[in-house]
């Protein structure tokens, strides 16, 4: 079947502004939005950029906005968009070229973060111990692939450029919750501030667009609890 | 020019490993990749990493001697033996530390990293993080790379490495932001590129594997190894070729032809270990069961998960129920994935010893786009991250020592004559009026490793095979480009990633052809039995401007006698 692709181009060295391009694509069973732009790539128009890798879902390349939504290119079925498909480039990103932006800002707040485990002590010869129980308190905030499709839907990023954003606060509170690491403090204190936890407006849009259901909003409104209970014994 | 003490090209679980070994050594690092390194493919490892520590109760008895056995007789006797021990001696120790630097493993009661059973081992010593273990190591390791502070160089493609009198002086990338050409100097360098998986086109790897990494050292002088030994997984997903994890397997699922009988118990070497048995068995038994007319239209098989349980499913393979359910619209719970057979892993690969050193002074090579060998015929599911790790950590020190003991001045000189030499070849690549256009060549290495060297090979289609490659290449000389833009022009970088790509399909396809006896991954119709009087022995492919050259090396046998492979 014949779909039209809308595609959003820009070349920054020439292009003044971007543009629209449509393209036909002849749409198999069971074709991605993915595959329909390595369609296009390939038989189409060669000049046509945008990142992939795994095309399954768990390396967060194709992160891109899809008919006004932020999704993964590679899972998302061609039969499951209505009429004209449109693909637009992450919003709040720099664009660098079409569906490719800037994400340098995003690893820069990953980085802020502290985004490795912060131990007590030496290891022991083995593992250290954690049960099941604790392990399962990481949950599903181990599991986020840093495609920054929350970071781009977010509409406290596209306000304040300094703002963590939902895939650093998320990884903040990954590092919080594994009983075998001691850094608590130091990890509520940097995100701790105006441009931390205290800014999210709740919107639930960094949800709404995780590709793993991941909810960045609940590990903030759980990090909010935590400090401002310890703010109570402080004060105590 | 840039210079790093080492630079290493590839930032999945084997370079990451590498950089954090050179680094402790108090070397200044750089990693190169042409992706995010949290994009390479290690991301994808769904199942688990084999180490022999006993903390399933099954396995008590466990060891890294029986682990290197397990190893070793399944591939097919081909792996060198002392590597092996040294991987499955120091596997336990380097997953250690990875849980040290906050792996999130699952756990058992005791509050031990959990292991499962895999294909082909006597006991259950895959650890693994639920069916996310790539997901998990790799962002763990890239953690730790964050907190060395070790600079990477995202988006960068390399593309020819400069050497000077089998001195390796440093390599050429293009950057794919800016469109230029980037010279690196440095004093080793390690090659951790991964494997080569999409010279087909039924492939459960990463767009992004394709040949590149291993034609650019083989194209400079550095032989390949075992290029024909090619593994093919039995369970990818029918259609897109996602792989669903043996851990589905381990866990206790069902393969199912269309009468819905488990038709392994049909053939001789799966009768024991059913879906346990080792992958190339289970993988040509599926194909042979297809031919006899048990497959459905279209050529697949079912995988039943159904009787494990909602409970088991969501707990322990919830990527596979998510896969499952994006890309072929199934619930895993309701009904069961249909599956085909499809490439999976490149055993062969650049050839190093023990220590990931190559033929040439400076340059290492670890992970999958090198063979030690440890897989030998045919790798063990849950094996390779394990080798990535080791052996990343293992050519990391390697690079180190050779960089502390280094006599030989750096020669930038040698590194911008290469420059030009990359500059020129991409402005006539440029500028070519020839006819080929680039996505029609990469269909057609697809399409002949597919049909032409896939699970059951013969003379006849092998040569063919060959004959197509080389076509192929004559053609890619007439390679032009319609884009000329800069700044990620992915046509051009495409266009590179084919030129070396055809020469590492030329060489399995070489490997394939002059084998003949089946082994492990390789089969052979016209020779179906292993022959260990003329070919147990690596073979080596050297790169010559006619025609590959090919011979044969012993394989370093010190423990286990070479046996009949029974299951
Ligand atoms: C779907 C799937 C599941 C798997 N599951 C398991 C499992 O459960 N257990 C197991 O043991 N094994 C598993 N494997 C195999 C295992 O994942 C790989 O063998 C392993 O991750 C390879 O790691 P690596 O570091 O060698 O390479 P990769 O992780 O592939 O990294 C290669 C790196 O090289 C870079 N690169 C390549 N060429 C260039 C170039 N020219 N210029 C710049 N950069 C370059 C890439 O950007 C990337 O960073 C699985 C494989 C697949 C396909």
Request: positive net charge; glycine residues 14%.
């Given at each position: 079947m014949e779909r039209t692709f809308r595609v959003m181009r820009c070349d920054p060295e020439k292009d003044k502004k971007p543009y629209l391009q449509e393209y036909q694509v002849s749409a198999r069973d069971g074709m991605t939005v993915l595959e329909g732009l390595f369609y296009i790539q390939r038989?189409?128009?060669?000049?046509l950029a945008f990142r992939f890798s795994?095309?399954?879902?768990?390396?967060?390349?194709?992160a891109m906005n899809i008919n006004g939504r932020n999704r993964l290119g590679c899972e998302t079925?061609?039969?499951?968009?209505?009429g004209v498909i449109k693909v637009r480039p992450l919003g709040h990103f720099k664009v660098l070229r079409d569906l490719v932006v800037e994400l340098d800002g995003f690893w820069e707040k990953y980085r802020r973060v502290r985004p490795y485990l912060i131990p007590s002590?030496?290891?022991?010869?083995?593992e250290r111990l954690q049960s099941p129980e604790e392990r399962g308190r990481i949950?599903?905030?181990?599991?986020?692939?840093?495609?920054?499709n929350c970071h781009g839907s977010c509409t406290v990023t596209g306000t304040d450029s300094e703002y963590l954003g939902p895939a650093a606060l998320l990884k903040t509170d990954r590092f919080l919750r594994d009983?075998?690491?001691?850094a608590g403090d130091e990890r509520i204190r940097i995100v701790d501030g105006v441009h931390g936890?205290?800014?999210?407006?709740?919107?639930?849009s960094c949800q709404d667009v995780c590709p793993k259901e991941l909810s960045p909003t609940s590990s903030i409104m759980d990090m909010r609890k935590r400090l401002v209970r310890k703010r109570g014994n402080d004060g105590r | 020019m840039i210079y790093h003490q080492a630079i290493i090209v590839g930032g999945g679980l084997a370079g990451l490993r590498a950089a954090i070994e050179l680094n402790r050594w108090g070397i200044d690092t750089a990693i190169i990749s042409?992706?995010?390194?949290?994009?390479?493919?290690?991301?994808?490892?769904?199942?688990g990493i084999n180490v022999a520590?006993?903390?399933?109760p099954l396995a008590a008895s466990d060891s890294p001697e029986t682990h290197a056995f397990d190893t070793i007789k399944g591939s097919d006797y081909l792996a060198d033996q002392g590597a092996v021990l040294k991987m499955c001696r120091m596997g336990p120790g380097l997953v250690y530390e990875m849980e040290h630097w906050g792996c999130p493993f699952s756990r058992n009661d005791e509050g031990r990293i959990a292991q499962r059973p895999f294909g082909?081992?006597?006991?259950?010593r895959t650890c693994y993080a639920a069916d996310r273990t790539g997901h998990a190591l790799l962002n763990t390791i890239f953690e730790r790379a964050v907190y060395h502070e070790i600079a990477i160089y995202s988006e960068y493609l390399v593309t020819s490495l400069a050497l000077d009198d089998g001195v390796c002086q440093g390599l050429i990338a293009l950057?794919?932001?800016?469109?230029m050409l980037v010279p690196f100097s440095s004093d080793a360098v390690i090659f951790?590129?991964?494997?080569?998986?999409?010279?087909?086109?039924?492939?459960?790897?990463?767009?992004?594997?394709?040949?590149i990494g291993t034609a650019i050292p083989y194209r400079a002088g550095v032989p390949l190894k075992d290029m024909e030994f090619i593994q093919f997984h039995?369970?990818?997903?029918?259609?897109?070729?996602i792989l669903v994890s043996e851990g589905a397997r381990g866990e206790g699922a069902y393969l199912l032809n269309k009468s819905g009988?488990?038709?392994?118990?049909?053939?001789e070497d799966s009768?024991?270990?059913?879906?346990?048995?080792?992958r190339d068995i289970v993988a040509r038994n599926m194909v042979r069961e297809m031919e006899k007319?048990?497959?459905?239209?279209?050529g697949h098989l079912h995988l039943d998960?159904?009787?494990?349980?909602k409970q088991k499913i969501e707990e322990r393979l919830p990527g596979i129920r998510e896969l499952s359910m994006k890309?072929?619209?199934?619930?895993p719970e309701m009904e069961p994935i249909p599956v085909q057979p499809g490439q999976h892993y490149t055993?062969?690969?650049?050839d190093t010893d023990a220590e990931g050193?190559?033929?040439?002074?400076g340059f290492f090579a670890a992970g999958e786009?090198?063979?030690?060998?440890?897989?030998?015929?045919n790798r063990l599911g849950g094996n390779s991250i394990l080798e990535a790790l080791v052996f990343g950590a293992i050519a990391g020190e390697g690079a180190a020592s050779y960089i502390e003991g280094k006599e030989k001045m750096r020669e930038e000189g040698m590194v911008l004559d290469s420059l030009k030499r990359e500059e020129e070849e991409i402005k006539n690549l440029m500028a070519s009026a020839g006819k080929e256009r680039v996505p029609d060549l990469w269909e057609g290495i697809n399409r002949v490793m597919d049909d032409n060297v896939g699970i059951f090979r013969e003379e006849r289609s092998l040569k063919e095979g060959l004959d197509k490659v080389r076509e192929l290449k004559e053609r890619s000389k007439a390679l032009a480009l319609s884009y000329k833009g800069k700044s990620f022009n992915y046509e051009l970088y495409w266009g590179l990633e084919l030129q070396g790509s055809l020469d590492v399909a030329e060489a399995v396809i070489l490997g394939a052809l002059e084998r003949r006896e089946s082994r492990g991954s390789h089969f052979r119709r016209d020779y179906p039995v292993r022959n260990d009087g003329s070919f147990l022995k690596h073979s080596i492919v050297k790169y010559t401007e006619e025609e590959p050259s090919l011979i044969y090396r012993d394989v370093d046998i010190i423990l286990f006698e070479p046996k009949e492979r029974r299951y």
């Open positions: 038989r189409l128009d060669p000049s795994c095309r399954g879902s768990v390396c967060g390349s194709c079925q061609v039969s499951s968009l209505k002590s030496l290891p022991p010869e083995k949950g599903d905030t181990a599991d986020c692939i840093l495609c920054a009983s075998r690491d001691v936890i205290w800014r999210c407006h709740t919107i639930l | 042409k992706v995010h390194p949290l994009r390479s493919h290690t991301v994808a490892a769904q199942g520590i006993g903390n399933n082909g081992a006597d006991f259950p950057d794919l932001k800016s469109g951790a590129t991964g494997g080569a998986g999409r010279l087909y086109g039924r492939s459960t790897n990463a767009l992004i594997n394709t040949g039995p369970t990818t997903l029918f259609g897109t070729n009988e488990r038709f392994l118990a049909d053939y009768r024991e270990k059913m879906e346990l048995s080792p007319g048990g497959g459905f239209e279209g998960l159904r009787h494990l349980g890309f072929a619209g199934i619930d055993m062969g690969g650049i050193k190559t033929v040439v002074k786009c090198a063979c030690v060998s440890v897989h030998g015929a």
